[in-house]
């Protein structure tokens, strides 16, 4: 017997090519099969940058799904839309009118 058999690890697949660390999407097929497609999982939700609440309107997609949708589509259109949400924008906008009143 090999004295260095008690040596040899099986190592661990890394944690990229497991499959559980990818999402499983169940999908049927035009032949009436159901099959289970592993896709990437998605980022986390868009955050307000003033207070830290999830943004609406922003769609939570991987950067190369983003690209094919519309850039109308991937934030709200106004001012600060997709980094504040309407709350913070409305206390800068104001905050920047006083401002602006001083000078
Ligand atoms: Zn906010």
Known sequence: ???YFHR???KMPEP????????????????????????KRKPQ???????????SGVPRE???D???I????RRPQRPYGGVLCTICTRQKMVKMAR?????
């Open 1 to 3: 017997m090999n004295l």
């Open 8 to 10: 040899v690890r099986i």
């Open 16 to 39: 990229y090519k497991r499959s559980r660390s990818l999402r499983r999407v169940k999908k049927v097929t035009p032949g009436a099969r159901n099959i289970t497609h592993y896709e």
């Open 45 to 55: 939700i868009a955050h307000c940058g003033g207070c830290g609440r999830p943004l």
């Open 62 to 64: 991987r950067p190369s």
């Open 66 to 68: 983003l690209k094919r």
């Open 70 to 73: 519309p850039k109308t589509q």
């Open 99 to 103: 401002n602006i009143e001083l000078e």
